[in-house]
T-cell receptor
Framework: AQKVTQAQTEISVVEKEDVTLDCVYE???????LFWYKQPPSGELVFLIR??????QNEISGRYSWNFQKSTSSFNFTITASQVVDSAVYFC????????????FGKGTHLIIQP | EPEVTQTPSHQVTQMGQEVILRCVPI?????FYWYRQILGQKVEFLVS????????KSEIFDDQFSVERPDGSNFTLKIRSTKLEDSAMYFC??????????FGPGTRLLVL
């Protein structure tokens, strides 16, 4: 069985602070894919990043960075110099096997950036 | 950019009524997915559809649900006899590049 745990239900920081969202996953598959999606107040699900289990390279995209560590089954997401527009619910998700399987989502972290 | 659109954006129905939610891909896709998100909760996988057949389904996807691609373009989710607990946001997704699922804007279903 697969599982994604986002232990932080809600995080509130002041604008310009750095913030890290945690994601821990469980799977028995050796090949799997990890994702982060953003859900702003408007409700849509916006894809942010995808990682496969063979690629542990960390990634940086502007103010966003992701730290994938297989040893701890974690795929954490850091926002540097947060902005009010970053306020959203962020979901970590897992797909096993061929990558075309249904995603298993975590419960999400509601990030509030205060001006 | 979204690769699918969904209609309607909102639907209100009476308990026991049938509803059909539609997903329209912007370009050719082979894989389709339906998910639901009960208000304030996580996104849950319902079903995946490949080559006009169900590929995988979750425990939530019971006999009251069905999917089809009637005209080779639109992908529909039918709920035969809605219950109060079916009230949720329903998302359609397609499989894009690098095996990434891209979600439509969702249909908010309210069952009264």
């Amino acid at each position: 069985a697969q599982k994604v745990t986002q232990a932080q239900t809600e995080i509130s920081v002041v604008e310009k602070e750095d913030v890290t969202l945690d994601c821990v996953y469980e799977t028995r598959d050796t090949t799997y894919y990890l994702f982060w999606y953003k859900q702003p107040p408007s409700g849509e699900l916006v894809f942010l990043i995808r990682r496969n289990s063979f690629d542990e390279q960390n990634e940086i995209s502007g103010r966003y960075s992701w730290n994938f560590q297989k040893s701890t089954s974690s795929f954490n997401f850091t926002i540097t110099a947060s902005q009010v527009v970053d306020s959203a619910v962020y979901f970590c998700a897992l797909a096993s096997g061929g990558g075309a399987d249904g995603l298993t989502f975590g419960k999400g972290t509601h990030l509030i950036i205060q001006p | 950019e979204p690769e699918v659109t969904q209609t309607p954006s909102h639907q209100v129905t009476q308990m026991g009524q049938e509803v059909i939610l539609r997903c329209v891909p912007i370009s050719n896709h082979l894989y389709f997915y339906w998910y639901r998100q009960i208000l304030g909760q996580k996104v849950e996988f319902l079903v995946s559809f490949y080559n006009n057949e169900i590929s995988e389904k979750s425990e939530i996807f019971d006999d009251q649900f069905s999917v089809e691609r009637p005209d080779g373009s639109n992908f529909t989710l039918k709920i035969r006899s809605t219950k109060l607990e079916d009230s949720a946001m329903y998302f359609c997704a397609t499989l894009g590049v690098q095996e990434t699922q891209y979600f439509g804007p969702g249909t908010r279903l309210l069952v009264l």
